[in-house]
């Protein structure tokens, strides 16, 4: 999951779809993003090819960042349940990249 999302951070505004695969399960992330002064807003969904679930989110990053850490997340895991995650301070360099392993093509 963490993989997929990075490669769509990076991929900058425009849509796209990355397959992956989590606990045995074959997964689909889909996207859409927009820029506004520097800043990308991803609009995404997880889709569970197994049962059909369908789990939407939302990122806000720094599109100039070579490396960008969401500087919020908003992620609704049940209907009468919405989190968001804001991002309080600057981020600590290069201390997150290497928990995101690099796809190999």
Known sequence: FLGAVHGAM???AGQGKRPYV???????????SSASEGML????RIHN????KVT???LWFDGRSADPLPS????QPRGFLQLTFVQT?????????SAVPEEKA
Do not use: K, V
């Not at 989590?22 to 859409?32: E, F, I, P, S, V």
């Not at 090819?49 to 059909?52: A, D, I, L, V, Y």
């Not at 919020?72 to 992620?75: A, C, F, L, P, T």
């Open 10 to 12: 990076q991929a900058g």
């Open 22 to 32: 989590y606990n045995g399960q074959l997964y689909d992330l889909t996207w859409r």
């Open 41 to 44: 807003q991803m609009d995404a």
């Open 49 to 52: 090819r197994m049962t059909g």
């Open 56 to 58: 939407p989110f939302r």
């Open 72 to 75: 919020r997340i908003e992620y």
């Open 89 to 97: 301070g600057p981020a600590p360099a290069g201390r997150y990249r």
